[in-house]
């Protein structure tokens, strides 16, 4: 079946902009998170979704990093106003529901360079 | 806090040697753990997961991973490495809120012929 999708893969975006990157989670996921992979920090938490339930939005590195999750399944993480620093593969997972231990499907990523 | 430590950056194995990878957590109580594998150009993929129970678990591709509770360990195995394993290996514990993976910063495979 299908698994995790991101959109774009790639993304190329000067300083200052503004960019939205897509995740599509697995079918039936209701569950997903973000997380960012950057050389200098490895995997890093950002957000996670449950459901209706209000979001954990514990690893969001500052206020110009914000996501929603539309209708209980496609996600969109938004960063304002971009820096060269939030250059990284952006992540996203699912998993069946948030039970401890449910394996957490990953994407392919979307990997954003901001110069 | 919780934390995830792998001491090895790069480790170089030849192909058909046996492999272990480190990995050490800091967590307060029994530990969630997991290693996951990072091929180039591929996603995340699960290798293995500890719960509870047996403290020796096998995965796919041939690993195992020993949870070693009085070491905080959670080291991956593999008795002969083959080329295809070449990747970069990642650990992790998931938060106690059970809302996040944290990981390591992960070991880089390399496999000689």
């Known amino acids: 079946g299908a698994g995790v999708s991101q959109s774009p893969s790639n993304k190329v975006t000067e300083k200052g902009k503004d960019v939205e990157l897509r995740c599509d989670p697995i079918s039936g996921h209701t569950a997903l998170y973000w997380y960012r992979q950057s050389l200098g920090q490895g995997l890093e938490f950002l957000i996670y979704?449950?459901?209706?339930?209000?979001?954990?939005k514990s690893g969001l590195p500052s206020d110009r990093f914000s996501a929603e999750r539309t209708g209980g399944s496609v996600s969109t993480l938004t960063i304002q106003r971009t820096q060269q620093e939030d250059s990284a593969v952006y992540l996203c997972?699912?998993?069946?529901?948030?039970?401890?231990?449910?394996?957490?499907?990953f994407g392919p990523g979307t990997r954003l360079t901001v110069t | 806090a919780q934390s995830v430590t792998q001491p090895d950056i790069h480790i170089t194995v030849s192909e058909g040697a046996s492999l272990e990878l480190r990995c050490n957590y800091s967590y307060g109580a029994t530990p969630y753990l997991f290693w996951y594998v990072q091929s180039p150009g591929q996603g995340l993929q699960l290798l293995l997961k500890?719960?509870?129970?047996?403290?020796l678990v096998q995965g796919i591709k041939g690993f195992e991973a020993e949870f070693k509770r009085s070491q905080s360990s959670f080291n991956l195995r593999k008795p002969s490495v083959h080329w295809s394993d070449a990747a970069e290996y990642f650990c992790a514990v998931e938060s106690q809120a059970g809302t996040a993976l944290i990981f390591g910063k992960g070991t880089t495979l390399s496999v000689s012929s």
């Open positions: 997972a699912s998993s069946v529901d948030s039970g401890r231990s449910d394996e957490q499907y």
């Open positions: 500890y719960f509870s129970g047996d403290t």
């Open positions: 979704f449950q459901g209706n339930s209000a979001p954990d």
